[in-house]
Every structure is written in structure tokens, then in C-alpha cells.
């Protein structure tokens, strides 16, 4: 069975003046008015411009813009070869329940794009789609603790210094080295702290 770990990075998207109504409605009713804030997390309002994916070990990120990105990760994760059955395999996520599968699901049907293979999102069953950070929240019960902080408790070295709050910033400045660093980090921690825990739960 292969071991697939995901991790995306969203920016706020350009919105047309019906969704920006929505947008703006939404903002007024929250404490925090922070509209690129909410529109890089929020998946109506954000595009996705990068996806890590660690497929056994192996780490590699599509980045460009958001059509493309979705295009390339659907044929990526779609393909059978020899060694790799798609329909076969666990996927890996920090979050990935809640926040990045939805997240690209939502945003494939927004672009047109079918996806090749269904992630389950489905609480409190980890056979096909293990969520880190489900597990270690039990079920998202707790929810304090950031990948980085996991990764301290756990002893796991985590060497990127970018926070998730900066890659709007950097897509802005063309820096798309730094945000593939930073999510290629975030795919490496993911699998590492899933492979400390796995046998536990």
C-alpha cells in the first residue's frame, strides 16, 4: 500500500463583485476583519497555488496557477504504474478532513476539473485517509497545537522558518522558490510525525 502525504498553500483569489458581496457579508459578522486573511483559508474566496505531495518517501510541489496546479495533481495522483495503485493507498494529511482535501475538492468543481480518485474525508476512520492532526486532537476536539509545536513535542526537526501566514507575501513578491520550500517542509514533517504515531491509533 503506498503512502501519499498532502499539503497545500492558498492565497486570497480575485473575486468577482457577486462573490465579494459574499465575502464582504462574512467578514462583517467576524471578530477578525482581516479580509486577505480570510480569503487565503476560506476556499470560496481563496485559490490553491501550491500542493505538496509525498508519495512513499518521495517529495515533490506543483506550484503555478491555481487551474494548472489542480490539473497536474489530479493526473499525478490518478496514475497507476507498477509500483503505485491509486485506489490502493493511504493518504496522509495535517488537517486534510477539514481543511486541504475539501479544500482542493471544492476548488477542482469551482475550475471544472473531475477529480481521478476519491480521498475520503470521513471522521474517525483512518484506514484510507490518516489526519495527524485528527488523531493527535482526538477528533478535533483539541485543537491548540500548530504542526510546527507537534513537531517540537515529538522530537521531529523541522528546519523551515516560514509561517503559513506568509505565503501571500511571497506569491505577491514571485518568491515561489521560498513557498515550495515551505510546503515541501510541510509534507516532510506531516509524514515524519504520521510515522511516529501510526501504530497508535
Known sequence: MSEICIDIETVPGKLCPDVMEIANARLAKKKDKDMNKMCSVEWPFAHIICIGVGIDGKIGTIIGEEKDVLDAFWVLIGRKTDDFQPHDSRYVTFNGKDFD????????AINGIVPTIRIPTRRYYNDRHFDVFEELSNHF?????????????????????????????????????AIEKHCASDVRATFALYEKIKDFF
Open 101 to 108: 482535501i475539501p479544500f482542493i475538492i471544492n476548488r477542482s
Open 141 to 177: 476536539q483539541s485543537s491548540e497545537f500548530k504542526l510546527k509545536e507537534y513537531c517540537k513535542i515529538f522530537g521531529i526537526e523541522n528546519d523551515d522558518d516560514t509561517d503559513g501566514s506568509e505565503v501571500h507575501a511571497l506569491w505577491l513578491k514571485g518568491d515561489k522558490a
